[in-house]
Structures are given as C-alpha cells and as structure tokens.
C-alpha cells in the first residue's frame, strides 16, 4: 500500500496532512489540532473585569469580502458563499477536514467548514443551513450579500484526514454525512478521488430536496450512496456501516443521532474520525449551580447539561463558539468554587487564576460562582 501511495501521491501538489496513527477519537483529533499555537482563538467574554488574565489570542483575522453566493441544495435553505481576500493576497492553505472562524456583524463568531478546493489559494468556500425557528448565526451568514466585508481567521483542522498509508493503517475509507455535514467530507471524497484510494460515501438526510452538492456528488457514481429518510427509513448500521471492516478508516460528520449510531455500531479496531457540529455529549456529570456574582441569580446545571447551555437558557448574550472545549470563547472567571476542568486549552496559570471554559468543564462541588 505504502509504493502504491507513494505513486499516487506524485500529482498532488499540496503538502500532505498530517497523520495521526490507530485508532482516532474526536478527542485525540481535538487535542492535535489545539497542539499549534496559531490555532488558539480569540476570547470574547461577557462582562468587563480588567483584572481577567489573558487567554491566547489568534491575531490571524483578516478581511474578507463576499465574492459570490449561491444556493447549493433543492431547498432554499443551504447557501454557499465564496470568500476572496480584501486586499487580494493569497490565502493561507488547508487541509481537507479544515473550518474557519466567521466572525459576522453582530460579534458572533460561528466555524464552518471549508467545502472548496484545497489547492486554491485566491479564495474560500463554506455552505451553511438555515436552522429554522432561530435569528442566531445561520440567519446573519443567509443575509450576507455580495461585496459585503466580514473577518475570517485562518483555517485550522480539527478533522484531520491521515492517508492509507501515510498515517493510517487503513486500506479503504467510509465517509459517512449528514445533510450539511457534507461539507468538510466533500474536499476528502475528491482528495481521496484523486489519489485514486478505496473510498465510498453514505450520504443521508430527510429527501434529496434537503442535500448539499447532490450535483457534484453525481459524478462519482457508485460510490456515492444517497439515503434518504423518505425512502430508506431513518439510517441504521446496516445503511451506514456495511462492509465497514478494522481495515477501513470511517470519517462520519453530521446530526447527533446519526454520529451516536456510528459511534456505537463501528466495529472494533476501526478508525473512526468524527466532526461534531453540535457540543460534547456530558459524560459522568453531576448537577450543581451557577450563581451570577453580580445579580445574584443561581442557575441549577443538570447532571446531563453544559455549564453553557444552562447559562444560555437565563442569558442569551454568553460568547460561545464550538461548544467543543477548544476555541477559547466561552472563557469566564470563577470567582469561588472549584473548577473541574474537562478542557485542553487553558493553560495551568490559566486555571490558576480562575478562568474556565463552559461548555465542558463544571463544578468539582455544588457550586461555582462567576464573575457575571
Ligand atoms: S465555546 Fe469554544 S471552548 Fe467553549
């Protein structure tokens, strides 16, 4: 496999992505990705207290304008939007499997996937869906329009994609999507297209109306299986997994119950390489509270609920990002408490200090006081 690879990577120009070897969980991925410095994100915080220690900021934010907009599936409901640089330099590159940081108008920052060609430097392509009954950040991206300027910071991988060969063990790749989860899989069918590896795609979602990029996944004919709830039924194993062997390297993004169900259904000593868009399912947590030092308001957090999200159902205005433990932007301080930190990213002075992420970490005890 190793000579037949070697081969085969002669016409591909870009360096190659890094390999990780075994198997991969999301987490190990994750911790890969946070490794580089420049990948640390800016922190935004709600409240002012100067007395708030640093976390690392990105300085990477450049200017970026709106070159094109189309609507990419059926419905009206996913738009892509072609990304050029304010001041016409080049881009910095990626890797299949990278996202930017999308920092829109309102001060929100949302990370999409980059769904273009890896090899183009002069602009990027993200699609984003519509999330019905919420004025939150799909609907900000929906209304962009063309010339419009916004910031993007550069591309960082959290969804790396090791070669059969150079980084995998793998003889064969299963990609799996979900609806918009399609997006970071689309630059990996064609690298893998191109590199003339063993690969086949599921790709489901509720009708063919609903399907990103249905039009450039025709091309690859028999490996491209569409499943759609109308027809197939909800997927199971069967649909998702079939011929999925610990030889095959599975790379599966899209909806909570369909990553649940690969997650649960993959045979042992398989690699599976998630992307999540949605946060860490809680694992092993206990309930305690919240209490706003400033208002004094007390938020019970369930056994089963982010810090985060808890404080979201009280107070809309919290920063947050990727509800992953990896971007930084959900940073507040402990004011009182004991912090257990479930994250990658703080440093130790960080924690030291008192600074916690929300959307993983939570009280050791019953409660923590934020300086909120
Ligand atoms: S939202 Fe990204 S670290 Fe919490």
Redesign the pocket.
């Known amino acids: 496999m190793g000579d037949r690879l070697a081969r085969l990577l002669k016409p591909y120009t870009g360096e190659p992505p890094p390999g990780l070897y075994g198997k991969s969980s999301d987490l190990l991925i994750r911790i890969a990705g946070i490794a580089v410095p420049h990948f640390l994100s800016v922190v935004t915080r709600l409240g002012g207290d100067a007395a708030l220690p640093a976390l690392p900021r990105r300085t990477n934010r450049r200017a970026m304008v709106v070159e094109e907009r189309s609507l990419v599936a059926g419905d009206p409901d996913v738009v892509a939007l072609t990304l050029v640089a304010a001041d016409g330099e080049d881009l910095p590159r990626w890797h299949a499997g990278a996202h930017i940081d999308v920092h829109l108008p309102s001060g929100r920052t949302r990370q999409y996937s980059l769904c273009g060609d890896p090899d183009r430097a002069d602009h990027y392509r993200v699609a984003v869906r519509l999330i019905p009954g919420e004025q939150g950040a799909s609907h900000e991206v929906h209304a962009l329009t063309v010339g419009q300027l916004i910031e993007v910071s550069e591309p960082r991988n959290a969804f790396m994609m090791p070669l059969p060969g150079s980084g995998s063990r793998a003889e064969r790749l299963r990609f799996i999507a979900g609806g918009i989860g399609i997006t970071p899989i689309l630059p990996m069918v064609r690298l893998a297209d191109r590199l003339q590896l063993d690969w086949s795609l599921r790709y489901t979602g509720r009708h063919r109306e609903s399907l990103p990029f249905l039009d450039q996944l025709e091309a690859f004919g028999d490996r491209v299986r569409v499943l759609t709830d109308d027809v197939s039924g909800l997927p199971t194993p069967a649909h998702l997994l079939d011929d999925v062997d610990p030889w095959t390297a599975v790379y599966a993004c899209g909806p909570p119950p369909m990553m649940d169900l690969v997650h649960g259904a993959v045979p042992e000593r398989t690699e599976l390489h998630i992307e999540r868009f949605s946060p860490v399912p809680v694992v092993n947590g206990q309930p305690f509270e919240l209490e706003l030092r400033r208002s004094a308001v007390i938020v019970p957090v369930r056994a089963d609920q982010s810090a985060?999200a808890a404080l979201l159902a009280v107070e809309s205005d919290v920063s947050?990002?990727?509800?992953?433990?990896?971007?930084?932007?959900?940073a507040q301080q402990v004011v009182a408490g004991e912090v257990e930190h479930r994250?990658q990213?703080l440093t130790d002075e960080q924690r030291r200090l008192g600074q916690m992420?929300?959307?993983v970490s939570r009280s050791a005890g019953d409660r923590l006081v934020l300086d909120l």
């Open positions: 985060l947050y990002s990727c509800r992953q433990g990896f971007c930084g932007s959900c994250d990213l992420l929300l959307c």
